[in-house]
Antibody, heavy 120, light 111 residues
Framework: EVQLLESGGTLVQPGGSLRLSCAAS????????MSWVRQAPGKGLEWVSS???????FYTVSVRGRFTISRDNSKNALYLQMNSLRDEDTALYYC??????????????WGQGTRVTVSS | DVVMTQTPLSLSVTLGQPASISCKSS???????????LSWLHQRPGQPPRLLIY???NRFSGVPDRFSGSGAGTEFTLKISRVEGDDVGVYYC????????FGQGTRLEIK
């Protein structure tokens, strides 16, 4: 069974930094693209970033230059380094497994999410 | 960005009756690989989303055949043949032909 367990979300001040982690199990992690998708309180879904199985990275425009996605295939782990955080980054951040090795294409499995709140 | 527009934004359906959700994209979603990367997801209250349909009409693992997807180009539809109680929540279409974007969501409730 695919399991994705996010951690690292917390309350942070505007301009601050945070690193989210996702521990994956139940599948061959190194064979699949992974993504972060966020959901602001009471709002819809927004794709944030993806990384292919071999490390190619993709970002939505609003986080490019501030966020960095990475993965450690030896640890079955996905990360999101978030710098220069803004109020509008406040959201529940989901770790997501793709159906392909080179995504993003289809978001097949989702974690429960980790909450990031940016506020002074 | 490709804009995804869903209609209706809310739906109230009697148990056992059909439901239909439309999704229109601002650009043709045919990818250079020949596929159309359009999917549908369902989010129950308090839960993460789950994938229902991928590549327009393919049901994901474990999804009942009450759910079906259709469409081409810029117009797509999700149909539920007979709504059950577990179907409540918000339905999203998503395109990944370009960087992924989601529709606004359609909230389904039981009448």
């Amino acid at each position: 069974e695919v399991q994705l367990l996010e951690s690292g979300g917390t309350l942070v001040q505007p301009g601050g930094s945070l690193r989210l982690s996702c521990a994956a199990s139940g599948f061959n992690f190194s064979s699949f693209a992974m993504s972060w998708v966020r959901q602001a309180p009471g709002k819809g879904l927004e794709w944030v970033s993806s990384v292919s199985n071999e490390g190619s990275t993709f970002y939505t425009v609003s986080v490019r230059g501030r966020f960095t996605i990475s993965r450690d295939n030896s640890k079955n782990a996905l990360y999101l380094q978030m710098n220069s955080l803004r109020d509008e980054d406040t959201a529940l951040y989901y770790c997501v497994k793709d159906t392909h090795n080179y995504g993003p294409y289809y978001f097949a499995s989702w974690g429960q999410g980790t909450r990031v709140t940016v506020s002074s | 960005d490709v804009v995804m527009t869903q209609t209706p934004l809310s739906l109230s359906v009697t148990l056992g009756q059909p439901a239909s959700i439309s999704c229109k994209s601002s650009q043709d979603l045919v990818h250079s690989d020949g596929d159309t990367h359009l999917s549908w997801l369902h989010q129950r209250p308090g839960q993460p989303p789950r994938l229902l349909i991928y590549k327009i009409s393919n049901r994901f693992s474990g999804v009942p055949d009450r759910f079906s997807g259709s469409g081409a180009g810029t117009e797509f539809t999700l149909k539920i043949s007979r709504v059950e109680g577990d179907d409540v929540g918000v339905y999203y279409c998503m395109q990944a032909t370009q960087y992924p974007t989601f529709g606004q969501g359609t909230r389904l409730e039981i009448k």
